[in-house]
């Protein structure tokens, strides 16, 4: 076969007359065997390797994960939960459920006023309670006698400085109580008068 | 090393033995058959041998398997090392030969052809030089017997026009 010509059965009998040559000879050792055998087995050890350091990172992933989970919540505004009713409020009367929630209650004190001893917190929380009889038995009282004086309490809360969060929270927390006494669009107005200012103070 | 590691290292060997010339063939055809490189060459293929004995399953011919992976690292090595500059006559001494000096040139030119054909096509053709049958070629290629007879016309053509390009 010249440079340029060109037989695929003259390169078919070049590589047979090779492999007949080749015939007889040794041409793998036992050591290039064994060599190719060893450096395989070296790197078979990485994966282990590879996990372990996985195995590492996972653990410090989860420690880190559970102290930001145990690291104490900041503050938060009040929120009112949604008026669609939930399952538990499902087992409460047919009038319930309007009733806004107020969740996610914090537990240190806000930097709304200036904050008070905590005795005077309560006495000034007690104060107000003790304010409200009138709507603990609001079948004695007339409803717009009651609403009037619901009002009247909105009204003052308006220029209420609150001394901290959980003194306004417990305030909802009663007029809460109050409105579920009420029929549900008369208990929306009255909730809307009554939470805004307390809620515009937090 | 274990009994189950000293038996598939036996195995394992004796596999190699029964196909060492096919190994070695194709180590020559892609190092332009210097001694050195054919040397390295043949240390991959059985690296990635025994790297693939476990997971070989013996579904098909043990030469399929191992035409399989010595042809993909004869290509990956010539890969690597095509940009090299290979300008030098090889000396008696560098060059691996088994056949006459003609002949040895011969098969120089001939893989020079060989190399400029893609790898499939690569493939395709040192299989057919080996006579290895169709049923077979089509297993390593992973591809149907009237494929490979299709491609194998296409890759005779191929050669032609590059034979005569050359002569031109």
């Given at each position: 076969?010249k440079r ?5 059965d003259e390169?078919?009998r070049?590589?047979q007359k ?6 007889g000879?040794s041409l793998?050792s036992e ?15 990485r ?12 653990a ?11 690291w104490?919540a ?5 929120q ?6 939930s ?7 047919k009038?319930d459920?309007?009733i806004?929630i107020?969740?996610?209650t ?10 008070p001893?905590?005795k005077?917190?309560?006495?000034l ?11 603990i038995?609001?079948?004695a ?7 009037e004086?619901?009002l009247?309490q909105?009204?003052a809360s ?18 809460t109580?109050?409105l579920?006494?009420y029929e549900?669009?008369k ?10 200012p307390?809620l515009?103070s937090? | 090393m274990n009994q ?9 060997t004796?596999?190699?033995?029964r196909?060492e010339?096919?190994?070695y063939?194709?180590?020559l055809?892609?190092t332009r058959q210097r001694r ?15 790297r ?8 098909s011919?043990?030469?399929t ?17 095509e940009r090299?500059?290979?300008?030098e006559e ?6 691996e030969?088994y056949?006459g000096?003609?002949?040895?040139r ?5 893989y020079e ?36 007879r299709?491609?194998?016309f ?5 050669l032609?026009?590059m ?6």
């Amino acid at each position: 076969m010249k440079r340029t010509d060109f037989d695929l059965d003259e390169m078919q009998r070049l590589w047979q007359k090779q492999s007949r040559a080749l015939e007889g000879h040794s041409l793998i050792s036992e050591d290039e065997m064994m060599r190719a055998m060893q450096s395989t087995r070296k790197a078979e050890v990485r994966p282990l390797h590879l996990w372990r350091r996985v195995a590492a990172v996972a653990a410090v992933l989860i420690v880190a994960a559970v102290a930001v989970w145990q690291w104490p919540a900041q503050p938060a505004t009040p929120q009112l939960a949604e008026a669609t009713p939930s399952p538990q409020n499902n087992q409460k009367t047919k009038n319930d459920q309007n009733i806004p929630i107020i969740q996610n209650t914090p537990k240190t004190p806000s930097l709304i006023a200036e904050v008070p001893a905590q005795k005077d917190v309560e006495r000034l929380v007690a104060a107000q309670i003790e304010e409200l009889p009138q709507f603990i038995s609001p079948v004695a009282v007339e409803e717009d006698a009651a609403d009037e004086t619901l009002l009247a309490q909105a009204s003052a809360s308006r220029n209420t400085v609150w001394p901290n969060r959980q003194a306004a929270t417990d305030t909802l927390t009663v007029y809460t109580t109050r409105l579920v006494q009420y029929e549900t669009p008369k208990r929306k107005s009255l909730t809307e008068t009554l939470f805004e200012p307390v809620l515009a103070s937090l | 090393m274990n009994q189950k590691t000293d038996t598939t290292g036996a195995a394992f060997t004796a596999m190699v033995k029964r196909n060492e010339a096919l190994i070695y063939k194709v180590c020559l055809a892609f190092t332009r058959q210097r001694r050195d490189e054919v040397q390295d060459l043949k240390q991959e293929v059985l690296c990635n041998l025994w790297r693939g004995y476990e997971g070989f399953r013996k579904e098909s011919k043990e030469s399929t398997w191992i035409y399989k992976v010595a042809l993909n690292t004869g290509l990956q090595y010539y890969h690597r090392n095509e940009r090299l500059p290979h300008t030098e006559e090889l000396t008696p001494q560098m060059a691996e030969r088994y056949v006459g000096e003609e002949d040895s040139r011969q098969l120089d030119r001939m893989y020079e052809l060989i190399h400029r054909l893609d790898d499939e096509e690569q493939k395709l053709v040192y299989l057919y030089i080996d006579k290895v049958s169709g049923k077979e070629m089509a297993e390593v290629l992973g591809i149907s017997e009237r494929n490979v007879r299709i491609r194998m016309f296409r890759v005779k053509e191929k050669l032609k026009r590059m034979a005569q390009y050359e002569k031109d």
